[in-house]
């Protein structure tokens, strides 16, 4: 059982390029979020879905954009890359969008933006 | 809106000592609390929740925490650390209010001395 697996796991671009972040479950899962960790700062909420075709804001979702097509799978999608932007990127996903449900998290993608 | 914080980025004892991890929160409901672990180069997984209920709740690898509604705490404690506990430890809330979104605190990195 994979679980929830992030492509790739390193990155780096340059100002002003794009890219897509990949996130894939095979649980099932109806909640799937976006976090970013930087140092000091905790894991911050950039995007989340309660299900297929339904996002939402997080703390965080200036510079970002998501989509959610499918069940599985949960895209992020920087547009114009800023060196803000440089941060180590979690997708995380649970069974329902109720919130005592615990996350799952993938291994993460480093991304730096030069 | 809910928030987390947690006293003290970094907490150091000796093996086989008492951990002490402090985590507040503020939420406007009775919030859902949460504490994660993450190992090095990893994504966070669960080591132990409260939803509703006994306010005294145990975890995984011999953590536990107490949740207390007067003091809006929920401490992470361990009776015995042991060098395997060395971690960086996040507290997280959530609740209903303004989305569906799980909150965590900015991380507490552990450090386990022999």
């Known amino acids: 059982n994979a679980g929830v697996t992030q492509t790739p796991k390193f990155q780096v671009l340059k100002t002003g390029q794009s890219m897509t972040l990949q996130c894939a479950q095979d649980?099932?899962?109806?909640?799937m979020s976006w976090y970013r960790q930087d140092p000091g700062m905790g894991l911050r909420l950039i995007h989340y879905s309660v299900g297929a075709g339904i996002t939402d804001q997080g703390e965080v979702p200036n510079g970002y954009n998501v989509s959610r097509s499918t069940t599985e799978d949960f895209p992020l999608r920087l547009l114009s890359a800023a060196p803000s932007q440089t941060s180590v990127y979690f997708c995380?996903?649970?069974?329902?969008?109720?919130?005592?449900?615990?996350?799952?998290f993938g291994s993460g993608t480093q991304l730096s933006v030069l | 809106a809910q928030s987390v914080t947690q006293l003290g980025s970094h907490v150091s004892v000796s093996e086989g000592a008492l951990v002490l991890l402090r985590c507040n929160y503020s939420s406007s409901v009775p919030p859902y609390l949460f504490w994660y672990v993450q190992y090095p180069n990893q994504g966070l997984q669960l080591l132990l929740k409260?939803?509703?209920?006994?306010?005294l709740v145990k975890g995984i690898n011999g953590f536990e925490a107490e949740f207390k509604k007067s003091e809006t705490s929920f401490h992470l404690t361990k009776p015995s650390a042991h060098m395997s506990d060395a971690a960086e430890y996040f507290c997280?809330?959530?609740?209903?209010?303004?989305?569906?979104?799980?909150?965590f605190g900015a991380g507490t990195r552990l450090f386990v001395k022999a």
């Open positions: 997280a809330v959530s609740d209903h209010t303004g989305g569906f979104k799980t909150i």
């Open positions: 995380a996903s649970s069974y329902s969008w109720m919130t005592n449900e615990k996350l799952f």
């Open positions: 409260y939803t509703t209920g006994a306010t």
């Open positions: 649980m099932n899962h109806e909640y």
